[in-house]
């Protein structure tokens, strides 16, 4: 402690004791962090595993860095224990962001969407959409309680994503949600345009997104709140017993956290008017832009 405020905390301690009772003195606070935190969505393939630490081989992750292979330290070290060489995985990766630039890179939200040995646990078998696949006719009941088929929407190009309504992930969840009410704000400038497509926004968790629950989230996102008739957008889950076969063929992992909270991955689909997947969208570095000019391209190729 320098001089001069040493003597003055022992003045106002002497003064405190006679005067006013007891008085703390204290240093300066130290100034707040400067770090920010910033995440990003990964796919790669698990190369090895060592304590608290995977190196992974590793997507290009747009924003962040070029495709590599890098050791990256697991924000909850217990899960190294369920991942193994040759397991693929989605995940985030947390980073610190300052004016010097990232830093301590570390791995959460860690979903295994293919495994390399089968005797590890259970086989999942997940489906990569690829242009040309045909979309099965999945059911699902929406938010007005009412069983809609994804078949009903043939003729129409169809817009898919998946969400959870109670997921807290900025970057996932309420990022997709954000991003299609930006395309179905867009879409509803070109009445003709419109009227040839069809928004849905999927829940992987049906047992707390009811019909109700989706209503009010969907009107949330839309701006209309108890006003809308989603007319364009739907929001929607599978039944129970169902939600394994909509998730593997949309390749969407999904594994329970703690609280309820589900670690998941990311899908976002683009169906063509005969039911077919026209693009496939496993991240969130897309722009809605860039998904209205795909629509466009679509309507005025047929």
């Not at 293919?114 to 959409?129: E, G, L, M, S, T």
């Amino acid at each position: 402690m320098p001089l001069k405020l040493f003597l003055r905390c022992v003045a106002l301690l002497v003064f405190s004791a006679t005067v006013l009772g007891p008085l703390g003195c204290k240093q300066p606070a130290a100034p707040a962090s400067r770090f920010q935190q910033k995440s990003f969505p990964v796919r790669g393939k698990v190369v090895s595993v060592t304590a608290g630490t995977v190196m992974l081989d590793h997507e290009a992750v747009p924003g962040f860095m070029d495709a590599m292979t890098m050791s990256y330290k697991l924000k909850d070290p217990s899960v190294g224990s369920e991942l193994h060489p040759g397991d693929r995985i989605t995940a985030t990766i947390l980073v610190k962001q300052d004016d010097a630039g990232y830093s301590d890179p570390e791995l959460d939200n860690i979903v295994v969407i293919a495994q390399a040995r089968p005797d590890y646990k259970p086989a999942v078998q997940y489906h990569v959409p690829q242009p040309g696949d045909s979309v099965p006719d999945f059911k699902l009941l929406n938010q007005s309680d009412r069983t809609i088929h994804l078949r009903q929407f043939r003729g129409k190009i169809l817009l898919i994503t998946f969400v959870y309504t109670r997921c807290t992930l900025a970057d996932y969840c309420p990022r997709m949600s954000r991003n299609f009410a930006q395309i179905d704000a867009a879409l509803a400038k070109e009445p003709a345009l419109y009227r040839q497509t069809h928004l849905l926004s999927i829940s992987f968790d049906p047992t707390y997104d009811t019909p109700k629950v989706l209503r009010s989230y969907g009107g949330a996102y839309t701006g209309n709140f108890t006003r809308e008739n989603f007319a364009h957008w739907d929001f929607a889950a599978p039944p129970v017993a169902e939600l394994p076969a909509i998730t593997q063929f949309f390749n969407v992992g999904i594994t329970p956290g703690e609280n309820r909270s589900l670690t998941h991955s990311l899908s976002t689909l683009i169906v063509d008017q005969d039911g077919k997947v026209a693009n496939w969208y496993p991240t969130n570095d897309w722009q809605p832009a860039d998904l209205v000019a795909r629509v466009h391209q679509l309507a005025h190729a047929s």
